[in-house]
């Protein structure tokens, strides 16, 4: 998938609508396939699309930004930076970078009603950027310093990752006012730049880098040259202006949402369906259980006339039978001597050696044994689940705890 980089000229598209706008394309490993100067209706088309925007468009800043809602954030970003501005912050888009350890957030700022027009124009010829990057942010920054883009009589200087700043001025032999001013600043703040790195816009000559050393108190070097569509460089840690009511969807920033619409379309529609079909299983199947909980209660109360409240039938049915069983004389499995019988089978010799306490209660034995560890215990409740017996470990209480083992069987091994 290629990429196509536009170069948007300042004064684009009000001065000069017909104007040529360099461009470049860019292949999937970060070359350049082809690139040139065409009006609009010139341009190609790509898969992709992303721009860049002069520095003298861009302010970066930072500021403490309000806690809320995101959407409510984004309408008071132009006032958190009002005094910086050249216009009302009603005029201005500003779009948000990372957040540093003092808590201060970078912040770009574009006028919203250039940004909105240049963007229907594009918009026109079929072309819908997926982002928009400050030219400020594109050159990477030398190690320890500041990088500069030097045009003769002006330019740009990145001073870090979210920041920089527009040139007005100089020239050969003297440093735009501005960088003396940052230096000046930064060295105020106690955190000068180590060396100043100079690259040249096309066709530039150098500055008289002697001058420019002695003025500016710094190493300056020269960089390599500055052309940010035929060299595209990355923008890391760039701030992207295309954000709020700027962004563009995901799918429409890289350009498969006519390609995925029809699938997506009918991937709907099968989960519709197959929400709808399994709604209605539901449905059926949570009627069919209440009829048969109905059923249950009306065969239980058929036996059991005199039952006042019925919680669970099955359960309430299994415990009258065994009642009936016991006033009948029969014995249950879960009487006395019927559980006791089958778990002694259970017991080896050992075990049975071990035998210190038994308990009977509520349709449980408790057998107290004196195991001598938990590997003894989990063999036991082995053998009584092959004898249909359902058994657990509880806790020994008293004095003896520590001694004896208390297991309880419960009947019939799940």
């Not at 039938?313 to 009936?324: E, I, W």
């Amino acid at each position: 998938m290629s990429l196509l980089r536009i170069h948007l000229p300042p004064d684009w598209p009000d001065a000069a609508p017909t104007a040529t706008l360099p461009w470049c394309r860019i292949g999937t490993r970060g070359e350049c396939i082809d690139a040139g100067h065409a009006p609009l209706a010139g341009l190609p088309i790509a898969e992709a699309c992303e721009l860049v925007i002069p520095s003298e468009l861009v302010l970066l800043t930072t500021a403490m930004l309000p806690r809320g809602g995101r959407q409510k954030l984004r309408q008071l970003l132009p006032y958190a930076i009002e005094d910086r501005l050249g216009g009302e912050p009603e005029t201005v888009h500003v779009a948000i970078g990372h957040s540093a350890a003092d808590g201060r957030s970078a912040l770009a700022a574009i006028d919203k009603h250039w940004l909105a027009q240049a963007l229907a124009r594009l918009h026109e010829r079929g072309l819908r950027p997926r982002n928009a990057w400050p030219e400020t942010l594109l050159p990477a920054l030398s190690a320890g310093g500041w990088t500069m883009v030097w045009a003769g009589d002006g330019g740009f200087l990145r001073t870090g990752a979210e920041a920089g700043l527009h040139l007005d001025g100089g020239d050969v032999e003297a440093p735009p006012p501005a960088l003396l001013l940052s230096l000046a600043q930064a060295r105020a703040a106690g955190n000068p730049p180590q060396r100043l790195q100079v690259r040249l816009a096309e066709g530039v000559a150098p500055p008289a880098w002697a001058s420019w050393r002695e003025t500016l108190g710094i190493p300056v070097e020269a960089g390599a040259p500055w052309a940010p569509l035929r060299q595209p460089e990355l923008a890391v840690g760039a701030i992207d202006l295309l954000q709020g009511a700027f962004a563009a969807s995901s799918l429409r920033r890289t350009g498969w949402w006519p390609v995925l619409r029809l699938p997506l379309t009918l991937a709907a529609l099968i989960a519709v369906v197959q929400v709808g079909a399994t709604t209605t299983e539901w449905l059926r199947l949570g009627r069919e259980k209440q009829r048969l909980h109905a059923s249950m209660e009306r065969s239980f109360r058929a036996a059991f006339p005199d039952a006042r409240v019925v919680v669970d039938a099955p359960l309430q049915m299994q415990r009258n039978l065994a009642d009936l069983r016991r006033a009948g004389g029969e014995a249950s499995p879960l009487d006395f001597v019927p559980l006791l019988a089958r778990a002694a089978a259970a017991l080896d010799a050992d075990s049975r050696g071990r035998l210190r306490e038994v308990h009977y209660a509520g349709d449980q034995l408790r057998l107290g044994l004196a195991l001598p560890d938990r590997a003894a215990a989990d063999a036991l409740l082995q053998r009584l689940a092959a004898a249909g017996l359902s058994g657990r470990v509880q806790a020994g209480e008293g004095p003896a705890a520590p001694a004896v083992t208390h297991i309880v069987i419960t009947g019939a091994a799940s």
